[in-house]
């Protein structure tokens, strides 16, 4: 009984559980730099969660197109309300922690009613660098995930 308690509180300490797919080491600039799309995946999943007229872009355009000089034109979607918006920024990269191998995507928008700062991890797959973060609820493990 001790160890099956033991082991519950384990668990319960260690988070949500859901695993680490962050790059484990640092992305380089040249890698960034470009036009970034929304995965088709990614965004049926959005749209079924989702009021489908607050996700839809014009002419459904869900880009990040990152320049060599820091700036970015960002027409896709942002969160809390969500909703698709066209902005210009700012990126740049930065290291995940101390304790922690690899680095994350800063971003910063200007928007009308002021900046909107967020994040972008890095995952690989199939040695194909790709960009996401949690759509909604990091439990729920939807990802809103962009591709090169």
Known sequence: MKKAIALLAAVALSGCGLPDIRLKRNAAPSEIVGLWTIT?????????????????GPRDIYQIEFRGDGTLTYRS????????????????????????????????????????????????????LLLWTFFGDPDSWRLEMYEK
């Not at 749209?47 to 839809?56: L, N, Q």
């Not at 991890?121 to 199939?126: G, L, P, Q, S, Y």
């Open 77 to 128: 979607l942002l969160q809390m309300p969500t909703r698709h918006v066209d902005a210009k920024g700012r990126w740049k990269l930065v290291p995940l922690s101390e304790r922690k191998a690899g680095n994350e995507l800063s971003v910063l928008l200007d928007l009308d009613g002021g900046s909107y700062g967020f994040s972008l991890d890095f995952t690989e797959e199939k040695g194909k």
């Open 40 to 56: 088709a995946e990614s965004l049926r999943d959005i749209k079924t969660d989702s009021d489908a007229k607050s996700v839809d």
